[in-house]
């Protein structure tokens, strides 16, 4: 009981914050260049419970292989250990660059005592920058991370966020987070994608408000990805000039479902994404 205790009061003191409405995207674009096409490129969103690496030493080698297996091009990553105690005080997006081969970028959050929490992002294709954003937050502070990539001479901007969780509980401040980050992606003036978990079904509110707002297309699969609750937590979206072919679910060592999607995306005919 005293060590939930001192639990408890460490992340309501050193980790929890309050942030709301604090959102600084750049002005939004009314013109955008014209975008080249992209070929097929595989694109996964995990949340890979990095945590369960305290009880587990070989989890980190089991998300590597899964992501070997679906070989994406491109994987944002969630729920990522830095030096922290759950991880064993080890490098997890260091340990999976190794694993996989892929270049590795790590988004902090939040400080945890020695360590750091965050997103990720895994690229075949050269990142040319990555950058970090906060999100209005509630709780444990959330952040998005974007990278620019460029896939065969076309620049793209791939966002992977975690938003808060606790459902109907902290729905405001998910619609918030969502809220920011369409202001975010109005205001990307390349081809974007959007993966994470959003910790929140499609029926939310919050959910439909994001993509109408934001333009979003939904280019993951349908099924469900988290296996406790049985509900779709897990993202991939696009803006509408991409193209999307066999969206999918994939088993691996974390209590969320991998979301693999492949997406190509047609060169434009005139600007403002409008074709000829």
């Known amino acids: 009981m005293l060590l939930f205790t001192a639990f408890v009061a460490y992340r309501v003191f050193f980790v929890y914050t309050v942030r709301t409405g604090s959102c600084e995207p750049p002005p ?29 030493g070989d989890h980190v080698g089991e998300i590597g292989k899964g992501i070997v297996g679906a070989r994406p091009a491109i994987a944002g990553l969630q729920e990522v250990h830095r030096g922290t105690w759950q991880s064993r005080f080890r490098d997890q997006i260091g340990e999976l660059t190794g694993i996989t081969g892929m ?38 502070p959330r952040t998005v991370l974007e990278a620019r990539i460029m896939v065969e001479g076309q620049e793209i901007a791939f966002f992977v966020t975690h938003l808060v969780t606790w459902g109907q509980v902290n729905a405001a401040t998910r619609n918030e987070q969502l809220e920011c980050l369409a202001s975010h992606l109005r205001s990307t ?45 897990d993202y991939i979206f696009t803006d509408a000039g991409w193209e999307t072919a066999r969206p999918r679910t994939l088993e691996g060592g974390s209590d969320h479902l991998a979301a693999v999607t492949t997406l190509h995306r047609p060169g434009e005919g005139s600007r403002n994404g409008q074709g000829e």
Do not use: C, K, Q
């Open 28 to 56: 939004e674009l009314e013109d955008r260049p014209l975008a080249r096409a992209v070929p097929p490129i595989e694109v996964m969103s995990w949340n890979i419970e990095g945590h369960a690496a305290l009880l587990d």
């Open 103 to 140: 270049d590795g970028f790590f988004g902090r959050s939040y400080h945890a005592v020695r360590g750091e929490y965050g997103n990720a992002v895994l690229s075949s294709y050269p990142v040319e920058r990555v950058i970090i954003h906060p999100l209005p937050s509630v709780g444990e």
């Open 189 to 233: 003036a390349v081809p974007w994608i959007l993966v994470g978990d959003l910790n929140a079904p499609p029926s939310a509110d919050e959910i439909e408000n994001f993509v109408a707002s934001a333009g979003a297309r939904d280019a993951g699969p349908a099924e469900a990805t988290h296996r406790l609750t049985g509900r779709r937590l």
